[in-house]
């Protein structure tokens, strides 16, 4: 697939994407990340931009296509994006949007296909993998690259990374040994908004992380670095120019890749945004309009 739609149809497609997802979290009664979730829409946009022109290459007709690329969010708590991302290229139909995060009375433990509050997976909608404890994904993800690697397949796995995940153990093992590996079919992105479920990430960690530094001598090619919330002129992860040069620069590398968007948590909405607050919930009936407002200007 390819992205040759402008800049402005993009920014186009995240907007209805954005207020969209506010409607669902919505529709949940307030629970939900919008925070994190709200901080990647534009990532989502060059990933699946329409039904046959993205970043990653799937045939939507062919779930379990082996030459498929992956995505999988790591970050699984904010993967309503994804949902809505799905949803808006035609590949979960909004019946099946509005049970993100509902409890179904009517199936065994278990055996639900209720859209969950964090990834749970099924070819079908195009989840690829199941996560939510922070770092799983990425170990998953790396798993699947050994695999398809080793078979000699040339698919790409994009993983999706928060900033307050790579303080977790699990990743800095993991990012060792994708570097050792040299798998060279992944592509990770780092949502770098400076915020996790209480505090700022400076307040659990070094800020910025060091982590381009780190992974440039695991091997990786590192396009961006993350900046400090104080320190930015611009927040890039918002930019379609930008993260489609960075997908694209990080695909054409020979070395495992790591692209740093330094986005902004709550992006949309003045009252939502850089709050961590906003981590863990969704709009409800005294905010919904005032939110909705700002997202349709």
């Known amino acids: 697939m390819i992205s040759s739609l402008d800049a402005d149809t993009r920014k186009e497609i995240s907007k209805r994407r954005r207020i969209k997802l506010w409607d669902v979290l919505y529709g949940t009664g307030g629970s939900g990340h919008w925070g994190g979730s709200s901080s990647w829409i534009e990532l989502s946009t060059e990933l699946w931009t329409t039904k046959d022109r993205g970043f990653l290459i799937f045939d939507p007709d062919k779930p379990e296509w082996e030459e498929r690329d992956r995505f ?109 590996q040299g798998l060279n079919n992944m592509i990770l992105v780092l949502n770098n908004n400076g915020l996790q479920n209480d505090t700022y990430t400076k307040f659990r960690s070094f800020d910025p992380p060091p982590i381009t530094t780190q992974l440039e001598e695991y091997g990786f090619h590192v396009v961006g670095k993350p900046e400090r919330y104080e320190d930015r002129i611009a927040h890039d992860g918002h930019d379609p120019y930008y993260i489609h040069d960075s997908l694209h620069e990080a695909a054409d ?40 407002e700002q997202l349709n200007k």
């Open 72 to 180: 999988i969010a790591s970050e699984g708590h904010v993967y309503p994006t994804q949902c809505v991302a799905l949803n808006d290229i035609g590949l979960i139909d909004d019946d099946k949007l509005d049970t993100l995060r509902r409890v179904d009375f009517n199936s065994a433990l278990g055996s639900s296909d209720y859209l969950q509050g964090h990834p749970s997976r099924n070819l079908n909608y195009g989840i690829e993998a199941t996560s939510g404890s922070l770092g799983v994904g990425l170990s998953v993800a790396t798993g699947i690259a050994a695999g398809l690697k080793k078979k000699g397949m040339r698919n790409r796995i994009v993983v999706l990374l928060g900033d307050g995940e790579i303080q977790e153990g699990i990743v800095s093992e993991t990012l060792r040994n994708i570097g050792y």
């Open 253 to 292: 590398s020979e070395k495992p890749a790591l692209v740093v968007l330094n986005t902004l948590k709550g992006y949309g909405i003045d009252f939502t945004a850089n709050s961590r607050d906003w981590h863990g919930r969704g709009p409800d009936e005294s905010n919904y309009r005032s939110g909705l």
